[in-house]
């Protein structure tokens, strides 16, 4: 009887294990597949064909060429650094903007207030960038919104053209990416304990001794979430440079379009992609490193 009724135990336990593994199983599936088919896959294509040398329209060979370029071609290179210094000046201007932002939903606004605070946060973002990227356009053109103020004024004689310089491009890319830095700040402040900054004030800390030494330290781990997040968007940004910085804006992901679509040089275009990717990753290393976070605590 003891027998029995243990074998029947251990075969429902058994049964609860292998439905507990399927159903692990198919919830991982369609990520695992995303992941190799849309990232890994394509990644590692880009990274062969960039090592490919066109000896001729059906010959090709292996070789460094596509580099060699980059490096001889000053433009390039030029661009890149440019695309790179743009991006993280971006996105410390973005944490600027969106540390106050975060800290007012987080801590000070309460019930109703808090949430239409958060919605006029994500409206914009039910619009595609490139809609959104027009509606920064109407507004900074010649006859926009701004150039009309600015002459009821009196500050200018006449119509003032915003658009197509690098400081459009910047606002743009700060509006783009604002959500995305906003929203990792106020999920970190949300949980920080008040008495942490009584506590700071209390010791004889000022504003900014506390902000200094009890916030920032505390919201590190979604100021490094919402910068590395902002970086890459900004950095592989392509329709707001093209935009509103006008066919002179030299973005580096321009570049990789030219070479993909108006040349058909893959291997070009495969090779500045892999570069592009290369400066994404290191900066991101570079951050973690420089904050003293890791990317599980970061993410997790």
Request: net charge neutral; proline share 3%.
């Amino acid at each position: 009887m003891g027998s029995a009724t243990g074998a029947g135990l251990w075969s429902r336990s058994a049964v609860r294990s292998s439905a507990g593994r399927l159903s692990l199983i198919l919830l991982l599936t369609p990520f695992l597949l995303w992941i190799v088919l849309l990232v890994l896959l394509p990644h590692l294509q880009m990274l062969r064909v960039s090592f490919q040398v066109r000896e001729s329209w059906d010959t090709l060979v292996w070789g460094v060429e596509q580099y060699q370029n980059f490096f001889s071609e000053s433009y390039y290179w030029r661009t890149f650094v440019r695309t790179g210094v743009m991006s993280v000046f971006t996105t410390l201007l973005t944490l600027l903007i969106a540390f106050p932002i975060a800290w007012y939903i987080a801590r000070l606004a309460r019930g109703r207030a808090r949430g239409l605070l958060f919605l006029a946060c994500l409206i914009p973002f039910w619009a595609s960038e490139l809609v959104r990227t027009y509606g920064w356009m109407i507004l900074l053109r010649e006859s926009g919104l701004f150039s009309t103020w600015l002459q009821a004024l009196g500050w200018v004689d006449g119509p003032v053209e915003m658009l197509y310089n690098d400081i459009a491009v910047i606002i743009g890319l700060v509006y783009n990416g604002l959500l995305f830095m906003v929203v990792p700040l106020v999920t970190t402040l949300d949980g920080m304990d008040e008495n942490l900054v009584e506590a700071g004030y209390d010791l004889g800390g000022g504003h900014l001794t506390v902000l200094r030494e009890v916030v920032v330290p505390w919201a590190m781990p979604g100021v490094v979430s919402g910068c590395i997040v902002v970086f890459m968007l900004t950095l592989g940004s392509y329709l707001t440079p093209i935009l509103m910085g006008g066919k002179d804006s030299a973005w580096f992901t321009q570049q990789i379009f030219t070479q993909f679509i108006t040349r058909f040089n893959w291997e070009q275009g495969a090779a500045l992609g892999v570069l592009l990717l290369f400066l994404s990753s290191l900066m991101v290393w570079l951050g973690l490193k420089l904050t003293g976070q890791s990317l599980r605590k970061v993410m997790g």
